[in-house]
């Protein structure tokens, strides 16, 4: 019989062992993993710590885009504009793996409508009040604004407007009442989650071992100038110290705040859903673009085009964050309306839908205001417990990570009295450090490291990790055989993910370290050949697969809509 006390995880024994750091920073989403890659850099001793899996939160919640977030010009949000394109335009060359050039077109019904609403809704209500449609000048105007701080050395060009007959000529299934198209170029991010462990990664390496970090290890109190976290796998509760704590845990930063002893009201999150449907129609009805558009509540919304799925989303509701969150019935029906409004004559059902997700976006509290309207920037609250500093992180977005992450680590360096040496403009990320840019830069990549390995294998993994796939392709044999039952991967590639990133439950492997679940398609008997492919690597034995298993089955049901026993149906919650 296998012993199956649960032993204690490499990760989180550097931080029994050694329960002090510099910095200890609670969250590990998107933000909280940018400021450890920031405070890394700089040599500082960092710690983070986060209550479920790395960006299992708000951050794996994202509309998969890089956006400068043109409608923030109505909301008067001029300098997060101006900071969102930057950051942006950084990102297409700084992480060229997963962020891409993306066209976007705006279907527009009306020439004026919105031109006087909008500017009383900025200066006067608020954000309050009925949304209106906003049109053809309106948008115009906005998107003039737009191209102005897109300005980057020709970065992505700059927006058209097209009549009704030309704006049918290029995407001719669109609602044959629109009267204008305004196209304008954004960016996609293809895999956020593998993104966000490419900036830990290079945290980790960074810092060696003064940059530790540990998931499933939540902050649960504060006792005589200790937090007190506790490891999810054995239960264990121990104490770590630090000279100053960041609070980057999104949504919940309130709850980490009372966890700690102190009560904030800082947060008011709203919820946001999106579907993922197999739809080859409506992919094609796209033509390779994001159709972004104003639904006739007011709500900006998109249909998306993204592996050859079409992502559709996404909803703002006032969320309460102690409460999980998942996409419901209704959301569903929006979506179909909305997508019914665009492309009036595609038809489509629950049965094309193969995935779902929701999470609470980390909004400041907005009493009144409109969901919508409320700012996606941030701010930094500080204060200390036991006559220690901590600052709360409020707020902030995907595209803006860095630099939020570069605000919040100079905050931190100036208590410290440490001096940054290192700037992160510039700084490749993960599988972006010599990417190969061109076709002929591509084809020359693969060709070095054909040779013993399939050249097509070769490129899907370069799709998929950037140049990490090397680390891949050094930890996995030559002429590795795909999974029957999972013919995108290898058992060796899946292995490797599982011993080197942290997997602590399937859920990880299937929902973040891949895309295997957002594709669809997942079966009992996928999910099974998915653990079975990991167990070795993770010295899970038969009842702990089962478990595993289990515990995937409720949570993709549950969270995510999918019944992989009846075959990756969609289900009403």
Not at 394 to 411: E, I, M, P, S
């Amino acid at each position: 019989m296998n012993d199956r006390t649960p032993t204690t995880r490499p990760a989180v024994r550097s931080l029994r062992d050694r329960p002090h750091a510099d910095v200890l920073i609670i969250g590990g989403g998107i933000n909280g993993i940018a400021t450890f890659r920031e405070l890394a850099l700089q040599g500082v001793d960092v710690a983070l710590v986060e209550r479920g899996d790395f960006v299992s939160g708000a951050s794996s919640a994202s509309s998969h885009m890089v956006h400068g977030g043109v409608r923030y010009l109505e909301n008067g949000e001029f300098r997060l504009v101006q900071e969102a394109v930057t950051e942006r335009n950084r990102l297409l060359r700084t992480a060229p793996h997963y962020v891409r050039p993306l066209q976007t077109t705006i279907p527009i019904f009306s020439t004026f409508s919105g031109i006087l609403s909008a500017p009383f809704r900025l200066l006067v209500t608020h954000g309050r009040g009925k949304a209106r449609e906003r049109g053809a000048a309106l948008i115009k105007i906005g998107l003039t604004l737009y191209d102005t701080f897109s300005r980057d050395g020709g970065q992505v060009p700059r927006h058209k407007f097209l009549g009704r007959r030309r704006s049918l000529g290029e995407l001719p299934r669109l609602n044959q009442g629109v009267k204008y198209t305004a196209t304008y170029y954004d960016a996609s991010m293809h895999d956020p989650e593998r993104l966000a462990l490419d900036v830990l990664h290079d945290g980790l390496v960074a810092g060696d071992d003064r940059a530790r970090a540990a998931n499933y290890l939540p902050a649960v109190g504060f006792e005589n100038g200790a937090v007190q976290v506790r490891d999810e796998v054995t239960g264990e509760v121990f104490d770590v110290t630090a000279k100053v704590i960041l609070n980057t845990s999104g949504p919940w930063t309130d709850l980490t705040n009372e966890a700690l002893g102190q009560g904030t009201r800082f947060m008011g999150g709203t919820k946001g859903s999106h579907i993922v449907l197999d739809h080859p129609e409506l992919l094609a009805a796209t033509a390779g673009r994001e159709i972004f558009f104003e639904h006739s509540d007011g709500r900006i919304v998109l249909i998306y085009p993204l592996k050859d799925r079409v992502l559709v989303g996404t909803t703002d509701i006032d969320a309460d964050p102690s409460t999980p969150t998942s996409c419901t019935s209704e959301e569903v029906d929006y979506f179909f309306d909305l997508i019914s409004h665009v492309f009036p004559d595609i038809t489509v059902d629950r049965s094309q839908i193969v995935y779902t997700f929701s999470g609470i976006r980390p909004l400041p509290r907005h009493d009144d205001t409109a969901p919508g309207f409320v700012s996606r920037d941030y701010r930094i609250e500080a204060s200390e417990r036991a006559g220690v500093p901590l600052l709360s992180l409020v707020g902030g977005k995907w595209t803006t990570f860095r630099a939020l992450a570069a605000h919040l680590a100079n905050d931190t360096l100036e208590l410290l009295g440490v001096s940054r040496s290192v700037g992160t403009e510039t700084l490749d990320i993960g599988g972006g450090k010599d990417f190969p840019k061109g076709r002929a830069a591509r084809t020359r990549w693969v060709a070095e490291r054909a040779d013993g390995n399939d050249r097509s294998r070769v490129e899907a993994l370069l799709d998929r990790y950037g140049t990490r796939a090397d680390e891949v392709l050094a930890a996995t044999p030559e002429h590795d055989s795909p999974l029957e039952l999972l013919p995108a991967y290898t058992a060796a590639e899946l292995a490797h993910l599982a011993a080197s990133e942290q997997v602590v439950h399937l859920d990880d492997l299937l929902l973040r370290r891949t895309a295997i679940a957002f594709l669809g398609g997942l079966s009992l008997d996928r999910v099974r050949a998915a653990a079975e492919a990991i167990a070795p690597a993770l010295a899970w034995d038969e009842a702990r697969v089962d478990e595993e298993i289990a515990r995937t089955v409720h949570l993709l049901r549950t969270a995510h809509r999918i019944d992989v026993e009846r075959g990756g149906v969609v289900v009403d919650i």
